[in-house]
């Protein structure tokens, strides 16, 4: 394997089916641009002469759209910035924290991250989708899931303020789960 010794940027984004981490190398000299997502080779192009541009190609299970754009900033010196879905990484992020939940939690010595897909109300543990069975309770809705030999539950309950709209805990084997900031 050789050195990535044009490597210029790294980017970790996260997505219901985990964490990916993107690495862009570019030769200046060489034109060289090579696109890595979770250390696995998506793009290699050798001799471009257009220094400046974009390269796009998708990240994880749900195939989500990732653009490096390539700009001169002065001389020989370049920005890299990416996007997801078309936003800034910043924004898509900001944006993403409305309409996901995430927990991070250890059973038995091994952890698990779990996310909630408030507009799907799809469930994700460690990349997978799992199985759910929703159902109506007396004060909001119940998730019920599996985490190995854990029973897991996701409640959503209204908090009775409209800005704050509904609030989702996640209880694994009867105790309430902290929400993780990403």
Known sequence: LEKMTDLV?????????????????HGTTSGKRVVYVDGKELIRKEWMFKLVGKETFTVGASKTKATINIDAVSGFAYE??????????KKYMENRSKTTNTWILSLGGMDYRVVLEKDTMDVWCNG????????FVEDGTETHFSVGN???????????KRKEGIIHTLIVDDREIPEAVE
């Open 9 to 25: 940027a790294v980017w970790e984004v996260a997505l219901s089916d985990g964490v990916h981490k993107i690495e862009f190398e």
């Open 128 to 135: 997978q989708k799992m199985e759910t069975a929703g159902e």
């Open 150 to 160: 854990h029973s897991c539950c996701i409640k959503a309950v209204s908090s009775g």
């Open 80 to 89: 890299y910035t990416l996007e997801i879905n078309g936003k800034s990484l």
